[in-house]
Structures are given as C-alpha cells and as structure tokens.
C-alpha cells in the first residue's frame, strides 16, 4: 500500500533556531499534501496544504513567514519551523491523498520541542 | 479548523464492555474516517465508511452515518486494554483537494 514517510520523528533545537521536517511519498506522487499541528491532549488541526509547485495555503491562523512549507517535486514536501520557540513545541504529521474515497496515509509524525 | 464534536471526550470501560463513540460535522461530506491514535504516536487508520453508506463493519468496529444528522457513531465490541487510546474522526469534504477535517477525539480508557 501507499506509503508516506516523515522524518525526523522527533526533534530538540533552542530558541531562534529553525528546524525542517520532510514529508515524502514513498511510492506515489502526491501534488498535494497536508501539515497538521497537534498539541497535547488536542486533536489535529490542519495548518497548510501544499501544493508541488505552487505556494502552500494557510490555514486562519498559521503565521506562513514563520512556517514556510515547500513542495518542490511530486514526493516531497517539507516544513520549516523559522526562529523556533518553546510555544511551538509540538507534533506535527503530514499526510498524502492517494485516491478519493480511500484512506489517507499520514506520515509517522515529528514531537518537536523547542528549549 | 475542526470540523465538529466529538462525545464523549473520555470514556472509561472495563474489558469485556463495549464502547461507543460519537462524532458529528458541519458540512457535506465524501466520507468520514475514524482514526485511533495511542498516546504520543502516529495515526492508525480504522475505517472508512463513503457519504452513501449507512453502516459498516470491520473485526469489533462498527461504524454508522447518518448524513441526515451529520453524525457518524464508532462502536468497539468486547473492548481489551489495548483498545486503549485516542480516537478521532476525520471528515472529507466534498471538493477535491481538499484535506481531512478532524473531530476533538474521544480517550477511551479500557481497563482490566
């Protein structure tokens, strides 16, 4: 079945460091994919959608300067948490449709904590 | 954005009882999803039952729709201490492209 892989699974960085998290399709190519944030006890919110090659869509609410998404081929798309800050510690997940009215595939997800 | 509720937001059973969970939405949608999610990892999918489908089942899971309320139920039969965890329903809408939309999650604790 389809596949989607995130890395890293989790990460530490101090305060004002950026960190990047990749979010690959492993066995298809996905044009677009979704970034969800999830803090503690909460479900998932949708943050962005990427899209290859055009500018990812923010959801209400997400700063784009400070999470800059990049779709730049059919099986990858990364997130960059710019001047990282203890508030945005968290976990972050993508995910990739595959076909309509099938199941979509979420990467492993990353635990992001910021110190 | 969430889509809707979920309820109830925790649930606590003993093994052998089954659990219900129910979760409603807002808008049209092209199926809906549940999703369980143990503490601190990734997500498992469970099923997924299409706007036309009323009922589906799958090993202990039972799931309906009812697109008329916007609800959808997920029944666990003969839960175990391992069904403990986290679970979520997820909605897709109608247009294409667009992404899962999740409820708040039900925690359901099943203990032994």
């Known amino acids: 079945g389809a596949v989607v892989s995130q890395h890293p699974s989790w990460v530490i960085c101090k305060s004002g460091t950026s960190v990047k998290i990749e979010c690959r399709s492993l066995?298809?190519?996905?044009?677009?994919m979704f970034w969800y944030r999830q803090f503690p006890k909460q479900s998932l919110m949708l943050m962005a959608t990427?899209?290859?090659?055009?500018?990812?869509?923010?959801e209400q609410g997400v700063e784009k300067d400070k999470f800059l998404i990049n779709h730049a081929s059919l099986t990858l798309s990364t997130l960059t948490v710019t001047s990282a800050h203890p508030e945005d510690s968290s976990f972050y997940i993508c995910?990739?449709?595959?076909?309509?009215?099938?199941?979509?595939?979420f990467g492993q997800g990353t635990r992001l904590t910021v110190v | 954005s969430q889509q809707g509720e979920e309820d109830p937001q925790a649930l606590s059973i003993q093994e052998g009882e089954n659990a219900t969970m129910n979760c409603s939405y807002k808008?049209?949608?092209?199926?809906l999803q549940w999703y369980r999610q143990n503490s601190g990892r990734g997500l498992v999918h469970l099923i997924l039952?299409?706007?036309?489908?009323r009922e589906k089942h799958s090993g202990r899971l039972r799931v309906t729709l009812d697109t008329s309320k916007k609800s959808s139920s997920l029944l666990i039969t003969a839960s175990r201490a391992a069904d403990t965890a986290s679970y979520f329903c997820?909605?897709?809408?109608?247009?294409?492209?667009?992404?899962?939309?999740f409820g708040k999650g039900t925690t359901l604790s099943v203990s032994s």
């Open positions: 995910s990739a449709p595959y076909k309509v009215n099938t199941e979509a595939f």
């Open positions: 066995d298809f190519q996905a044009t677009t």
């Open positions: 990427s899209n290859e090659g055009s500018k990812a869509t923010y």
């Open positions: 808008t049209s949608i092209n199926n």
């Open positions: 039952i299409r706007s036309n489908e």
């Open positions: 997820a909605t897709l809408g109608k247009q294409a492209g667009t992404a899962l939309i």
